[in-house]
């Protein structure tokens, strides 16, 4: 046999991972589990109406599992080298859109505690629930980002 070529064959592949890599399984697993939570959600909140308060079926349940799905497109597009930032950035935007578009629904939370009826019960607690999965994940999301960027400073000042 072909010493050369056995010796050349069995040396690992070194990888030089860019900021945008670190950390990427962590990232790609919390953001499945988001995915799959808020497509979940939508599920029961159209699927089982009087789970979250409702009389029947209405299609702003379905929100969060558009959102999820959205979500879930991005994360896809993560997995390659050249869209990864703007995956990763859409990513977080969809969040903090899913953030922002739960707050009405927190705003009446008051008024379920004090006892008082709420319009669109059911919407009201799928905001709530579709605010407990975003949040979390936006928060991740900002420290992710801020950990690469410090990486690559950090990289950039070895190199000088």
Not at 19 to 35: E, K, R, S
Not at 39 to 44: E, T, W, Y
Not at 133 to 144: A, H, L, Q, R
Request: proline share 7%.
């Amino acid at each position: 046999p072909n010493r050369e070529a056995t010796a050349w064959t069995m040396q690992p592949k070194v990888h030089v991972p860019t900021p945008w890599f670190q950390d990427m399984d962590l990232l790609l697993g919390i953001t499945n589990l988001v995915c799959a939570c808020l497509v979940l959600l939508a599920g029961l909140g159209y699927g089982m109406p009087p789970l979250f308060g409702g009389r029947r079926r209405h299609m702003h349940s379905l929100i969060p599992g558009v959102l999820g799905i959205l979500m879930g497109i991005c994360t896809a597009l993560i997995t390659y080298e050249k869209t990864r930032k703007a995956a990763a950035h859409a990513l977080v935007l969809l969040a903090i859109g899913g953030v922002l578009g739960s707050i009405p629904g927190l705003m009446k939370l008051p008024s379920v505690y004090f006892g008082y009826p709420v319009e669109k019960k059911d919407a009201m607690w799928i905001q709530t629930w579709m605010f407990v999965i975003c949040m979390p994940f936006v928060i991740f999301s900002i420290s992710w980002f801020v950990a690469n960027k410090r990486a690559e400073k950090a990289r950039a000042s070895k190199k000088e």
